[in-house]
């Protein structure tokens, strides 16, 4: 019964977009973070799917290959009074662009109803097919 | 005798074994709709119905179908052959491209596995329909 590798596919579907809304949540509340415990501001993290092959051929499940950060420059903010201001009186505040972050959200979260979704259909499936004949 | 009823309940139980190939193939590409580069496929149900048949034959037609296990000794089980390998698996045209190389699109895959669902529903219906007859037949 190659269904049942469809509870595998969905479900590393789902665990990856699951990690993929934990960086968008991590980098929506740390949008205006400007130094960490490295002394660093914060910079966005981003996640990178990749296709795995799970059970027989046909069947391809979702991992997440890395968490990278975002390469886009940080955005710099005037504002000499604050103390981690520069002698120009710029303030360096994290790569966070919170409209891109909510557009992955809602992404993301379509992304694991569709998944949901599928996983309920092949369990309806297989109690089906568990009653054949009866 | 048993031959008989093998052959009655071969068709739908092929039917289904395709179905349920083409619904994991649908699954792959419902979790791989953000994957970049991921290309969707889908299996032409016709040729690979008509393959699983052919594979599933009794005696000479058997061989015709995929790849089988080799039986050294008369108790061996020959197993069954793979249903749409890598080989008979397509790819999807992409109605809209994607800048990232995917070619999933998710309205249609949902529609595409509505419609398999209903298939292999029909096909567990009919299956079921004909154990029964068959049930009704030796009871009486």
Request: a negative charge.
């Amino acid at each position: 019964m190659s269904l049942f590798n469809i509870f595998d596919v969905a479900g590393s579907a789902m665990n990856a977009q699951s990690q993929r809304l934990n960086t968008v949540a991590s980098n929506l509340a740390n949008a205006d973070s400007a130094t960490s415990a490295n002394g660093q501001p914060y910079k966005a993290k981003q996640v990178v799917f990749a296709a795995v092959p799970v059970g027989q051929a046909g069947a391809t499940g979702v991992n997440v290959a890395e968490v990278i950060e975002d390469p886009s420059p940080m955005k710099m903010v005037f504002d000499p009074k604050n103390p981690l201001a520069d002698e120009k009186g710029y303030v360096t505040m994290p790569n966070v662009n919170v409209v891109e972050e909510m557009v992955n959200m809602i992404s993301a979260s379509r992304s694991y109803q569709s998944n949901v979704e599928m996983m309920n259909t092949t369990k309806t499936l297989l109690l089906k097919t568990l009653n054949l004949g009866q | 005798m048993l031959n008989r009823l093998d052959e009655m309940l071969n068709f739908h139980t092929q039917a289904l074994r395709v179905r349920d190939q083409r619904q994991q193939v649908l699954a792959s590409n419902i979790a791989n709709a953000d994957t970049p580069n991921y290309k969707a496929r889908d299996l032409d149900f016709n040729t690979a119905l008509q393959s699983a048949l052919k594979g599933s034959g009794t005696g000479a037609s058997a061989a015709a179908g995929g790849v089988r296990l080799a039986t050294t000794a008369p108790g061996h089980l020959s197993g069954s052959p793979g249903l749409a390998s890598e080989a008979g698996l397509l790819y999807r045209n992409p109605a809209q491209g994607s800048v990232d190389g995917n070619t999933v699109d998710v309205d249609a895959e949902r529609a595409a596995m509505a419609e398999n669902t209903v298939h292999y529903e029909f096909n567990l219906t009919r299956l079921g329909q004909q154990i029964k007859g068959l049930l009704s037949a030796i009871q009486g």
